[in-house]
């Protein structure tokens, strides 16, 4: 059911891996090679050039759509974390938690100023002459869904939610899906590729990491962060556990992004990448997701089309994952689960104590 494979911190031979020239042939070489390398903490330089660019792969890069081919990357995000203004009134998102979802666009540069022909350069370089700098420009805000948990009235006995609520909320999946439609105009592949971060992570952070693995990517398909309101900070055990209650927190509001992407019938396959305690969230989300589909003898994988699962460095108790995971049978409704381990990863230390 699980495909396993576990890399240690050290290792950069990740084209011994072995991984199929189809599918996510790149993203699993890409992704551990970052976050084995990172872990949790945070880097302001584009990540390593993976070891498959350096052996003359250029595939990737031959033709991006020309919307795609510039030194920035322009990605979606969603998130319940607040919202507040810095001293400059730029628009920010801290770790505290939000009742209401909201999401939007970020512009992240990639080596700032340099030409698309000088970017691919570097990104080819196993060494590269000069650092090339990930850098977060701006972020812009398009909608926020209303805060949950939605207003209630008996009416004849029986609990409703207040219409008015309803349809704000489906103002937003439509702008949503409206902004995702015109993304996916762009890219001759019409899959999302989702990116859900780990502990002590900022969202800053989480769109740096996303823009540089997209970029590595080949820049395919509709590129979207869901940051869940971490990196409390503090000391290491009690950021730690607000971490986590916060991944508990913020289930509700990803299966309520879950089920207005998969609803959007011009998207072709999601694949999902989660890192840490991410990882957990996302499984949940799933988990409860499947069960409600099952109730209402709806197919998982025509309803949800999840092709790829990605657990990296996985902040699961493997005996919870027995429990919860496999005996729901979650790879039922997936078309592929990876696991990639790092006996190397500060969190899962953490959080076994």
């Known amino acids: 059911m699980f495909k396993a494979h576990e890399e240690t911190a050290n290792d950069n031979n990740l084209n011994a891996i072995g991984i199929p020239r189809s599918g996510l042939r790149t993203v699993v070489v890409v992704i551990t090679s970052l976050l084995t390398m990172a872990g949790c903490t ?5 990540m390593p050039t993976p070891t498959l660019y350096t052996l003359g792969d250029t595939a990737l890069f031959d033709k991006p759509p020309s919307a795609f081919q510039n030194s920035s990357v322009n990605l979606l995000y969603v998130t319940d974390r607040m919202a507040h203004k810095d001293q400059q009134g730029k628009l920010m998102y801290g770790a505290r938690r939000s009742a209401s979802l909201a999401f939007g666009y970020a512009t992240v540069s990639l080596d700032q100023g340099s030409s698309w022909e000088r970017l691919i350069q570097n990104s080819h370089q196993a060494k590269r002459s000069s650092s090339t700098s990930v850098q977060l420009l701006s972020l812009a805000e398009i909608a926020r869904y209303p805060a949950t948990p939605y207003p209630i009235t008996a009416k004849d006995g029986v609990y409703v939610i207040d219409p008015t609520v309803i349809s704000e909320a489906n103002r937003v999946d439509a702008a949503l899906n409206q902004e995702i439609g015109h ?5 001759p592949r019409k899959d999302v590729f989702l990116y859900i971060h780990g502990v002590d992570n900022t969202l800053e952070f989480a769109l740096e990491t996303w823009a540089g693995m997209w970029h590595f990517l080949g820049r395919e398909g509709v590129p979207i962060v869901y940051s869940w309101p971490a990196g409390f900070g503090g000391s290491p055990l009690t950021a730690y556990n607000y971490d986590r209650e916060s991944g508990e927190f913020t289930i509700f509001h990803l299966k ?13 396959n999601i694949h999902i990448i989660a890192h840490s305690r991410g990882t957990d969230v996302i499984t949940s989300a799933i988990r409860e997701l499947f069960i409600e589909a099952r109730a209402a003898n709806v197919g998982l994988l025509q309803r949800y089309r999840v092709a790829n699962l990605l ?9 919870i994952v027995g429990q919860r995971l496999a005996a729901e049978r979650l790879a039922q409704g997936i078309g592929k689960i990876t696991i990639y381990v790092s006996p190397e990863d500060k969190a899962l230390g953490l959080s076994s104590v």
């Open 183 to 187: 993304r996916l105009a762009l890219s």
């Open 42 to 46: 945070n880097t302001r330089a584009l």
């Open 256 to 268: 309520q992004f879950l089920k207005s992407l998969s609803a959007n019938k011009q998207i072709e």
């Open 311 to 319: 657990l990296i460095a996985p902040d699961l108790d493997m005996e």
